[in-house]
């Protein structure tokens, strides 16, 4: 089992230290940080579970770097717990508006400190059912959302969005390198949705290079084309510069034999109850598995969407 990962941001380097000891004594990874701007690019990196953030740091500040973790939806439910002087109101009072979860006070004790990161910790876990890395709904999120939209009656578009080639991709780059395309895959589809999208729209994290999209029938095919112009946009940027130039790599596809693979690209299938009725998960499951399956068929970035009609 990976362990919990905490990030601890203070320009001290004793309380680094002393946090250092106490947390990797509890079987906790610890990550460092001496000032806000090191913090902000960690919690990027390294998806910590949770972040130990000192109120007063150089480059940036504690509130600052709190106000951008809260801002960013891929960093959103990361829990923050912040280190005040002691007497500083204005430090806590601050430190909260910005989106901290929890304070201390110092000088602390480690042990009062633990007891707070466990308590942090598990509100996190029993609040949030979140994929790891991009921290969007996972699984069970996705399937309540699903059974709400059919409940309702109401009309909505499903769209199930997922990378080509990327298998390959990831062999001859790295796992790192896919999950960096995965987070700004994320980022791209929010921004779409945020652009084009209502704010009752559901973004989810089915997995791997899985996502879905759960927006309005006349809203689904703008949002697509929005992921796809941004996602082949930045795909030259995933890789070197002899594949950028050649457009392809020297990669085993998925039966193992070595062939020349194209660039990334993207598939979206789009599954809406506009022109038949949907009466369970699993069928926008199957709908959107075959629209998928007959978009990688096709070359480049594209969308698919289900012009089937019925009762």
């Known amino acids: ?92 009072v601050g430190g909260i508006e910005a989106g901290a979860d929890d304070y201390v006070v110092k000088p602390f004790e480690p042990q009062e400190l633990l007891a707070r990161i466990k308590m942090t910790i598990r509100r996190s876990e029993r609040d949030l059912e979140a994929n790891p890395l991009t921290r969007l709904p996972g699984n069970i999120s996705i399937i309540n959302e699903l059974q709400a939209r059919i409940d309702s009656q109401a009309p909505f578009a499903v769209c199930y969005i997922d990378m080509d080639k990327f298998k390959s991709y990831n062999d001859k780059y790295g796992f790192e390198h896919g999950d960096n395309i995965i987070k700004e895959t994320a980022r791209i589809i929010i921004k779409a949705v945020k652009l084009y999208g209502k704010k009752s729209d559901f973004i989810g994290h089915i997995g791997g290079d899985d996502f879905v999209v759960i927006t309005a029938p006349e809203l689904s095919e703008k949002i697509s084309q929005k992921i796809i112009n941004d996602f082949d946009a930045a795909v030259p940027g995933f890789y070197n510069e002899k594949d950028r130039k050649t457009g392809f790599i020297i990669a085993p596809n998925r039966q193992g034999i070595t062939q020349k693979i194209p660039l990334l690209s993207i598939s979206i299938g789009i599954v809406a109850n506009e022109k038949q009725k949907i009466t369970h998960v699993a069928q926008i499951g199957e709908i959107g598995a075959e629209l998928k399956s007959f978009a990688k068929t096709l070359n480049g970035s594209k969308y698919v969407k289900d012009k089937r009609q019925g009762k």
């Open 1 to 92: 089992m990976p362990k919990i990962k905490v990030l601890v941001a203070d320009d001290d380097p004793d309380i680094r230290d002393v946090l250092n000891i106490a947390l990797s004594a509890e079987g906790y990874e610890v990550i460092e940080a001496c000032d806000g701007e090191e913090a902000l690019k960690l919690a990027n990196e390294k998806s910590p579970n949770l972040i130990v953030l000192d109120y007063v740091m150089p480059k940036i500040d504690g509130r600052e770097v709190c106000r951008r973790i809260k801002s960013d939806i891929l960093l959103a439910h990361l829990p923050i717990l912040m280190l005040t002087g002691k007497g500083e109101v204005t430090d806590k």
